[in-house]
């Protein structure tokens, strides 16, 4: 596809091919390939389909319909041309089209082995090994993109096990941990649930260490909201919109779920994983929404059992 079958209005509507709109779209991800940029000026603005600017536009996109219940229905997803150009840039496209495929799919990031990035302690090659494809932003030096992280295209632990906790498949040797982080009281009984906590499960290794390349994360609270009340049953003051004073929460558990692809090594049937919390980073490096994906449908029906676990070393058994 060229520029010549996109064109803004001028009000920012893209009058798209018609088999990328709904309802006459026929497939749930529409894919194209803008092989000389100009598709990709018309749609982010002029210049933006440059070879100056594939760090950010060698391909973008995700979901943009989503059902009423949540589940994403489709995704429009665009491949610079001008950025795949030579076998070079290949494995950059590559690296930057998995992770629009990730989020296609409904995953979010991640900050799992995050001194990756920040630089708070020295990585280690086990630290590469298990950063996740799914973090949130690379360092404008990653320029090739191996210049950074070595397989960087290859989804981590992190990674599939997000993808499993949205569609479970046939039965693993696995495990799954979940449960509630709290805040406490006077007393150092458990009291409110706490929201935002990064929950990270390590595998010990042989040596009795934890494993910074055999890492999944979950953040408390992924599935938490309230229910502000909406624009029917609230008030408007004459100068802004107040939602309802009080209105109920949603009956969601403020809990964290690292699920369905904790690993147990081959010729094991049990193993250790150490359970530690961590603080989000939110300098602007780094975000986190690994579990608030949504999922497509049809929606995994099966039921969900919370139960609080102590923040420590926890075994995991096949059944």
């Avoid at 059902?67 to 665009?78: E, M, R, T």
């Avoid at 502000?228 to 919109?241: H, L, R």
């Amino acid at each position: 596809m060229n520029g010549s079958s996109i064109e803004t209005n001028g009000f920012g509507v893209l009058p798209l091919p018609r088999t990328l709109l709904p309802p006459l779209r026929p497939l749930a991800v529409g894919i194209v390939y803008d092989y000389d940029g100009t598709v990709t000026d018309a749609i982010l603005g002029e210049g933006a389909g440059d070879l100056e600017d594939c760090f950010t536009n060698a391909v973008y996109g995700g979901p943009d319909n989503f059902s009423a219940d949540g589940n994403i229905l489709h995704s429009l997803v665009v491949i610079n041309g001008i950025c795949a150009a030579t076998n070079a840039q290949l494995p950059d496209v590559q690296y930057r089209l998995v992770r629009l495929l990730g989020r296609t799919i409904g995953l979010g990031w991640s900050q799992a082995n995050l001194n990756v990035i920040t630089g708070t302690s020295t990585p280690t090659q086990a630290d590469y090994a298990g950063f996740p494809v799914m973090h949130f932003a690379d360092p404008l030096l990653c320029v090739p993109i191996s210049a950074c992280f070595p397989n960087a295209a290859v989804p981590k632990m992190d990674d599939v096990d997000a993808l499993a906790r949205l569609y479970p498949g046939s039965p693993q040797t696995a495990g799954r941990i979940y449960g509630r982080v709290y805040f406490t009281d006077a007393s150092g009984n458990a009291a409110q649930p706490m929201q935002g906590v990064n929950v990270v499960a390590r595998l010990i290794d042989g040596t009795g260490q934890p494993s910074r390349q055999y890492v999944a994360t979950s953040v408390s609270g992924f599935s938490f909201c309230g229910n502000a009340g909406n624009i029917i049953d609230g008030t408007w003051t004459g100068m802004a919109f107040v939602t309802t004073a009080g209105a109920p929460m949603i009956p969601r558990s403020k809990v964290f779920s690292i699920s369905a692809q904790l690993i147990i090594p081959s010729g094991h049937t049990s193993i250790q994983y150490q359970l530690s919390v961590e603080a989000l980073d939110r300098t602007g490096r780094s975000a986190s929404n690994r579990t608030l994906p949504r999922k497509w449908r049809p929606r995994d029906p099966s039921p969900r059992l919370w139960s609080r676990c102590r923040m420590d070393r926890i075994p995991i058994r096949t059944s």
